[in-house]
């Protein structure tokens, strides 16, 4: 089993940044693929970054492309997204999610672990 935990999350103004963090612990040498899933208020989960710890290929959904980065540090089974010119759309809880095969997928039904959520709110 695969137990992941996610920080870093609260309050934060438009334009500014944020950085969440996600540990894993437990059976780390059986998962190959982690992302970044949110949902916002009344609407679906949704994909919004992903990595592959073998050969470090990210994925981005358009709408944070070029302002969030996805980055792993494999020797602390942690993962990173950092945030940065943040808007209220962006506003959602963020869940961290591991995947055993290689591929980055978009959806949520591919992942078999997730952590608890952390909550980014941006608001002025």
């Known amino acids: 089993q695969v137990q992941l935990v996610e920080s870093g999350g609260g309050l934060v103004q438009p334009g500014g940044s944020l950085r969440l963090s996600c540990t894993a612990s437990?059976?780390?040498?059986?998962?190959?693929?982690m992302a970044w899933f949110r949902q916002a208020p009344g609407k679906e989960r949704e994909f919004a970054a992903g990595?592959?710890?073998?050969?470090?290929?990210?994925s981005y959904v358009d709408s944070v492309k070029g302002r969030f980065t996805i980055s792993s540090d494999n020797a602390k089974d942690t993962i990173y997204l950092q945030m940065d010119n943040v808007t209220f759309e962006d506003t959602a809880v963020y869940y961290c999610?591991?995947?055993?095969?290689?591929?980055?997928?978009?959806?949520?039904?591919?992942?078999?672990?997730w952590g608890q959520g952390t909550q980014v709110t941006v608001s002025s």
């Open positions: 999610a591991a995947r055993e095969p290689y591929g980055i997928s978009w959806s949520a039904q591919e992942y078999f672990s």
């Open positions: 437990g059976r780390t040498d059986s998962f190959y693929t």
């Open positions: 990595i592959s710890r073998v050969n470090g290929r990210t």
